[in-house]
């Protein structure tokens, strides 16, 4: 048995439910729900692909080592999927939690891996890089653009800061 990681594995579960995801995307949902309150304690960091914990690495890592779950690393995208959540211990999420991690997937769930990336580099900025006082939406795409260079454009990260709003990440 696997201990303590019941709460991380049920959450993936839920995000690769329906869908085969690359590692990626599960780093920025993961992001997103831990962002909407959602205690894993995954310290986030800034990285080449935005935000990314090399805790949750080491996680999926375990997990495929114990065969809960299966990281296919055929294709150019690194896909995850449960095998055997049923071998991990642990604490359950609440029912709390669970809602929360239903409504980021429903929100974020059918983004692309780009997509993801682009949503999760503005709220990280937003919230780390960029000073609290009298940040502007300008200051924060700027903030983006100072790491990310020319891969996104202004119109997609309006977009992106857009799509943060409305779902209460950012005011």
Same mark, same amino acid.
């Given at each position: 048995?696997?201990?303590? $990681?019941?709460?991380?594995?049920?959450? $993936? %579960? *839920?995000?690769? %439910?329906?869908?085969?995801?690359?590692?990626?995307?599960?780093?920025?949902?993961?992001?997103?729900?831990?962002?909407?309150?959602? %205690?894993?304690?995954?310290?986030?960091?800034?990285?080449?692909?935005?935000?990314?914990?090399?805790? $949750?690495?080491?996680? $999926?890592?375990?997990?495929?080592?114990?065969?809960?779950?299966?990281?296919?690393?055929?294709?150019?995208?690194?896909? &995850?999927?449960?095998?055997? *959540? *049923?071998?991990?211990?642990?604490?359950?999420?609440?029912?709390?939690?669970?809602?929360?991690?239903?409504?980021?997937?429903?929100?974020?769930?059918?983004?692309?891996?780009?997509?993801?990336?682009? &949503?999760?580099?503005?709220?990280?900025?937003?919230?780390?890089?960029?000073?609290?006082?009298?940040?502007?939406?300008?200051?924060?795409?700027?903030?983006?653009?100072? &790491?990310?260079?020319?891969?996104?454009?202004?119109?997609?990260? *309006?977009?992106?800061?857009? &799509?943060?709003?409305?779902?209460?990440?950012?005011?």
């Amino acid at each position: 048995m696997v201990n303590n $990681l019941r709460r991380y594995i049920k959450t $993936l %579960e *839920s995000i690769c %439910e329906d869908r085969k995801l690359g590692k990626k995307a599960v780093q920025k949902l993961m992001y997103l729900i831990e962002r909407k309150g959602v %205690e894993f304690d995954l310290g986030y960091n800034i990285h080449f692909f935005g935000p990314y914990s090399a805790k $949750l690495d080491n996680i $999926l890592h375990r997990l495929e080592s114990d065969e809960v779950i299966e990281i296919d690393t055929t294709g150019r995208t690194h896909t &995850i999927s449960v095998m055997d *959540s *049923s071998r991990c211990e642990g604490e359950e999420l609440s029912s709390e939690d669970k809602k929360t991690v239903e409504y980021v997937i429903s929100r974020f769930g059918n983004k692309t891996a780009f997509e993801l990336e682009g &949503i999760a580099t503005l709220d990280y900025v937003a919230c780390n890089l960029v000073g609290s006082e009298g940040k502007s939406d300008i200051d924060i795409i700027n903030g983006v653009k100072r &790491i990310k260079g020319t891969k996104f454009n202004n119109s997609q990260l *309006s977009q992106y800061l857009e &799509i943060l709003k409305e779902n209460h990440y950012l005011s």
